[in-house]
């Protein structure tokens, strides 16, 4: 009995830790910049203003950091099923010649991490005048050897029967792609798009490499000139910003845990 | 022209397969190709020519007094980000499993605050973590002084700071090691502890050792790769924190990339740092890959 008494204070003393990140975070969102600079300490904030949000709106573009991560992240989503959901079904469900050595390229790829392309895809979109465009934050990623990789084991696992027969009833492989396959493996490209979603919309690598436009800023670079342009000054409306970036992760989260851990965990297998 | 069934199938294929091929080739392996034979080059972007110079960037990057920083503070990192991120993992995995058989709700509401901070966004958690380590104003040296110690200058302290971000790395890896702990000890199966008990591995470390610890062997070798990946690509936080600084004391192999690379334009240096990262990227990916077989095998 002692036994799990110290075991469950130690697990909510450790969760505690976790957390205290995201309560100061919010707690200083809460706070104005006297409060913030008191040499007091106390959690909670003297009263429940929303002004740091209002200020986060209206100082810097926050909507348009918003928006940007919500264009980069579904045109992403959308090229990386264009391309990943019909070469995986080929792979599985049809016997063509250099079948197996595709499928080995998709494997070499997966050991290819993407800082490793960075120089020379930014050269050539330099050479192409597309730096600082849409087009630049979301071409390199169009094609995810992951995403083929988690929907040729998704496809795999599904009978061929199923497939001669939606032949036989006259339809075409693209038609069967789309919509027979994919209704399948739901479960696979649910957990594919919240990898995907997540890793591009918490990416800073390639949005500071690509752009020097704040007009094509996606949230994390989006906080970060907000952060460099009060140098210090402004932290409430910084919280503020802070907390409405990570929202979307967050609440999506606490909303579907189980497939959130799934894609995450996924993940692992991406080099 | 009616075409034969053969080659209408074949044009089905490459519509299928053809558009993610082109791309993998195009924004996948030419890259990695170029990045290779520019390693080699003194190009910078911009120029109009460039001189092919051998191992010059290798040996640059690893015996230059300031430059060898990005290598060996990449690996001090790693040395302690993996071993620290994977026991606390493994840890908290154990508890929450135990925990679980009696209270479920509480056990899974737990995990969730674990895992929260790798559903986070790590650029924008990084600036939280800067007010929580402000000199004076953070929460940490604020509750310091409370205790009437005078605490340090987390981030910009040479000594300190590539500690600082590791202690920020682990806070974010551990929820994951945990998650994956809890799917490997959920494999394990029960009978196999109640063998252990009539065979006197009674107590609680005992079943662990002759049961729990041998059980997770996949597990926890694919946990360490995937934290030792990790490790290696740190990036955001040194971004958004240090910028490498003070004096090169936090630059990383991917900071250092960057900076070299995309700040100075000195593309053939910045491509050697490139492919040192690739390699232990490579190395530990390979060895993944290797269990990954292996399961498949025993199944």
């Known amino acids: 009995m002692t036994g799990r008494i110290i ?15 995201f309560l100061w975070m919010l707690s200083l969102s809460f706070k104005d910049s006297a409060e913030i600079f008191s040499s007091t300490l106390d959690f909670f904030p003297a009263r429940l203003s929303l002004d740091n949000y209002i200020t986060a709106f209206t100082k810097v573009d926050l909507g348009r950091f918003l928006l940007n991560g919500v264009i980069v992240c579904a045109g992403i989503l959308v090229f990386q099923f264009l391309f990943s959901v019909p070469c995986a079904y080929a792979l599985t469900q049809r016997r063509f010649r250099g079948r197996q050595v595709i ?9 290819v991490p993407f800082h490793v392309t960075a120089i020379p895809l930014f050269l050539a979109l330099a050479k192409l005048n597309l730096l600082d465009t849409y087009t630049a934050l979301i071409v390199p990623f169009v094609s995810s050897m992951f995403g083929i990789f988690l929907f040729r084991q998704a496809f795999a696992a599904l009978s061929p029967d199923l497939f001669d027969a939606a032949r036989l009833d006259g339809l075409s492989e693209t ?8 209704p399948l493996v739901l479960p696979a490209a649910t957990a594919f798009g919240i990898f995907s979603v997540v890793a591009h919309w918490n990416d800073l690598f390639w949005n500071l490499i690509v752009t020097s436009d704040p007009n094509l800023a996606t949230p994390p670079r989006g906080i970060l000139y907000f952060r460099d342009r009060e140098s210090g000054s402004d932290i409430g409306p910084l919280m503020a910003a802070t907390v409405i970036v990570i929202a979307p992760m967050i609440v999506g989260f606490l909303m579907a845990q189980r497939r959130f851990i799934q894609g995450l965990a996924a993940g692992g297998l991406k080099g | 022209m009616r075409l034969s069934r053969k080659s209408r199938s074949v044009l089905t294929d490459i519509w299928l397969v053809g558009p993610a091929t082109c791309a993998m080739i195009v924004l996948i392996f030419i890259p990695v190709i170029i990045v290779a034979l520019m390693s080699f080059t003194d190009y910078q972007f911009g120029a109009r020519s460039f001189n092919w110079v051998g191992w010059q960037n290798y040996i640059v990057m690893l015996t230059d007094p300031t430059a060898r920083h990005a290598v060996t503070n990449t690996l001090v990192y790693a040395a302690i980000v993996i071993p620290a991120s994977i026991f606390l993992g493994l840890i908290v995995a154990l508890g929450l ?6 209270t479920p709700r509480f056990a899974s509401g737990l995990r969730a605050a674990y895992f929260l901070p790798v559903a986070a966004t790590l650029v924008a958690m990084a600036v939280v973590w800067q007010m929580l380590l402000h000199p004076s104003l953070g929460l940490l040296n604020q509750l310091l002084a409370a205790m009437g110690q005078q605490g340090p200058a987390w981030l910009s302290d040479r000594g300190l700071v590539l500690y600082t971000l590791a202690v ?21 199966p029960s009978d196999l502890y109640d063998a252990a008990e009539l065979d006197g591995a009674g107590s609680g470390w005992n079943r662990f050792w002759t049961v729990t610890w041998p059980m997770l062997g996949p597990t926890t070798l694919f946990v360490t790769v995937i934290t030792a990946t990790g490790a290696f690509r740190v990036f955001e936080t040194v971004a958004t924190l240090t910028k490498g600084g003070p004096a090169f004391a936090s630059d990383v192999l991917v900071y250092a990339m960057y900076r070299e690379g995309f700040v100075y334009f000195k593309a053939g240096y910045s491509s050697a740092l490139t492919i040192v990262f690739f390699l232990l990227v490579l190395l530990v990916t390979a060895l993944k890959f290797g269990i990954l077989e292996k399961k498949v095998h025993y199944k």
Do not use: D
Not at chain 1, 7 to 13: D, G, R, S, Y
Not at chain 2, 97 to 102: E, V
């Open chain 2, 97 to 102: 499993h135990h925990l679980a058989l009696k």
């Open chain 1, 175 to 182: 038609a069967i792609v789309w919509r027979i396959a994919l």
């Open chain 2, 168 to 188: 920020i790395g682990i806070w974010q890896s551990v929820g994951y090691n945990m998650v994956l702990f809890l799917a490997g000890l959920a494999a394990i």
């Open chain 1, 103 to 111: 499928f080995g390229l998709v494997l070499a790829g997966l050991l």
């Open chain 1, 7 to 21: 075991l469950v204070t130690a697990l909510i003393l450790g969760a505690f830790l976790m957390l205290v990140p």
